[in-house]
């Protein structure tokens, strides 16, 4: 068994490296600080290999499907990405652009290489990190929560067309609220709200990823916020998260 992780160097992809080793997976850990990496593959039980790339490349995305495509891979679990804090006409472009590359373009690519791979064999898992952001839209965060919308949005979507067509390959969506990881040390944010551990997440996440859950939510206060969103309008719902990513970048 072979699971690959995109951003295992820390956080939610960290942890994950450590269950599905625990499992008995084999792994292959992506991620661009490589020494990261090489300290997490000592921690581990199963066999490692290690590649440190920038997947807001798309060159990138093809070369390391490229290079790993033959080593019957079992698992995907897309975790790379990063979040950026501010109004919109002031936050940089670029640093935008590199959100748009590797939350959504990244996905994108390596979901749907790996769903054809797998869909030969009838066989595969592969489980997309969002975000409770991908709910709803999020000003002071605007780019960031309409990616996790993006990829949660695809996902739903391809796990349909797998279930209409009676597919045994699994894809489903992660969608946890604040976990404390380095994200917000990168988003330049606070947490307005406790977080969960990543351990947690991560544990939580593979148990509900095996019972093929589509929209797997860890932590039942985000939980039931998530359930929420559906009963309040638009415009509540952008009060209401204005007024919780001021909290973020004034904390």
Do not use: W
Request: hydrophobic share 40%.
């Amino acid at each position: 068994m072979k699971a690959l992780i995109t951003g295992a160097s820390s956080g939610i992809g960290y942890e994950m490296a450590k269950v599905l080793s625990e499992k008995g997976y084999d792994l292959i850990l992506v991620a661009r600080r490589k020494k990261r990496l090489e300290s997490l593959s000592k921690e581990l039980k199963t066999n490692v290999e290690i590649y440190s790339y920038d997947l807001s490349s798309t060159f990138n995305c093809m070369k390391l499907y490229n290079k790993v495509k033959k080593e019957n891979i079992d698992v995907l679990i897309n975790n790379a990405g990063f979040g950026v804090f501010g109004e919109f006409i002031e936050t940089n472009i670029d640093s935008e652009l590199d959100l748009i590359d590797l939350n959504i373009k990244a996905v994108h690519v390596l979901t749907k290489l790996f769903l054809k791979d797998f869909s030969q064999i009838n066989y595969g898992y592969i489980l997309n990190v969002a975000s409770s952001a991908g709910f709803m839209a999020g000003p002071l965060m605007a780019s960031y929560y309409a990616s996790k919308n993006y990829v949660l949005k695809l996902t739903e979507a391809i796990n349909e067309e797998l279930r209409v067509n009676k597919s045994n390959v699994y894809v489903g969506a992660l969608c946890p609220g604040p976990v404390n990881t380095e994200f917000n040390d990168v988003a330049d944010v606070n947490f307005s709200v406790k977080a969960l551990s990543p351990v947690y997440v991560a544990k939580y996440a593979a148990d509900k990823m095996f019972k093929r859950k589509m929209i797997i939510i860890p932590g039942f206060k985000i939980k039931m916020a998530c359930f929420m969103t559906r009963f309040m309008s638009t415009r509540s719902l952008l009060k209401m998260t204005y007024k919780i990513q001021k909290r973020k970048g004034s904390d």
